[in-house]
């Protein structure tokens, strides 16, 4: 035996080991899987052997699909054209998977990573709303905002009535200044779901910026009912207190909110910067900024370095 055919037969008994690590679907039917194992293994005979598989490849499940993908994640079929995605309750389980492993990593702004786990799921079923809607708000986290509103309206377009998929376009149009359309689609947030306690108080910031106190007040405090311990919600009633000028309340609200989450580094932030222009309180606010500045806030480091002269006694190198 050559040194090459002898490479090429360790080869083939690396997949054959590789197919057989996969545990068959407990409603398989066990013809029907050594049916799926046999046809993984003579289209990875033919990619050892550099022939092209020129047959349609159904993939009824995750175990066949990852029985076609080497080490280093690639799929072996050249043309994936040539791939048929069979649309059942094992694929519609995978789906689920992919989508949240995309989300895992999207929640750690790992977002190009999580683009790889969204587009397969879109491979798979390219109605899936969860996939789009998905991939739209990382489009939308890497300000690729056309995407993000193709992605939207996609999903919309499934599901007309998802209050999440409004939500989150809400969020993109106030992004790229589009507050009437932020409008529209936050009043169908609240019609379609009037407990989302998040509708109503980005509501109430944008009707604050149209000057409309009086509606402000009422969703801001509608979301207060629905959410009493969201922090983000008495972000939105501290602008509305210093819209109004009423800077002591809205020191209090930055206070409710470090009651709630005392690390909290914008509202250390914040509230540093009005103990230095309304309360005169140095020392304090030096405290708030440099407990903000080690939770990362950035800008605190540069507002102690122009209230404070003496920078060395900071720690700051």
């Known amino acids: 035996m050559s040194h090459t055919e002898k490479h090429f037969t360790m080869e083939l008994k690396d997949v054959k080991k590789h197919i057989d690590s996969f545990t068959r679907p407990r409603t398989y039917n066990i013809n029907h899987w050594r049916e799926l ?3 993984a293994y003579q289209i990875w005979e033919n990619h050892l052997q550099g022939r092209t598989w020129h047959g349609r490849i159904e993939i009824p499940c995750k175990e066949f699909y990852l029985m076609l993908v080497d080490e280093e994640g690639r799929l072996i079929v050249n043309d994936e054209a040539q791939i048929d995605w069979v649309q059942n309750k094992h ?18 702004h790992n977002h190009q990573r999580a683009m790889l786990y969204y587009n397969l799921a879109l491979k798979v079923d390219p109605d899936y709303v969860e996939g789009l809607f998905h991939q739209a708000v990382s489009f939308q986290a890497q300000n690729r905002f056309r995407e993000a509103l193709t992605g939207f309206r996609k999903a919309l377009e499934l599901q007309p009535e998802n209050a999440q998929v409004y939500l989150h ?3 993109l149009y106030s992004a790229m200044d589009l507050d009437g359309r932020a409008m529209d689609d936050l009043n169908m947030v609240v019609r379609l779901d009037p407990q989302c306690a998040e509708a109503f108080a980005r509501r109430g910031d944008l009707l604050r910026t149209e000057g409309n106190f009086e509606a402000a007040i009422a969703d801001l405090r509608k ?55 309304i309360f005169d309180d140095r020392q304090a606010a030096e405290q708030d900024l440099m407990l903000a500045r080690s939770l990362g806030h950035p800008q605190a480091e540069n507002v102690l370095c122009n209230l404070f002269t003496d920078i060395r006694q900071l720690g700051i190198q």
Not at 91 to 108: C, D, I, N, P, Y
């Open 37 to 39: 194992k046999g046809t």
């Open 91 to 108: 694929t519609r389980e995978w789906l689920k998977g992919v989508v949240g492993q995309g989300r895992e990593l999207a929640a750690q």
């Open 169 to 171: 376009r809400a969020n």
């Open 223 to 277: 979301a207060i009912q629905i959410d009493p311990n969201n922090e983000s919600h008495y972000f939105y009633w501290a602008r509305y207190y210093k819209s109004v000028n009423h800077q002591v309340n809205a020191f209090k609200t930055y206070r409710k909110i470090l009651r709630l989450n005392p690390f909290n580094p914008e509202a250390l932030y914040e509230i540093a910067l009005m103990r230095v222009e």
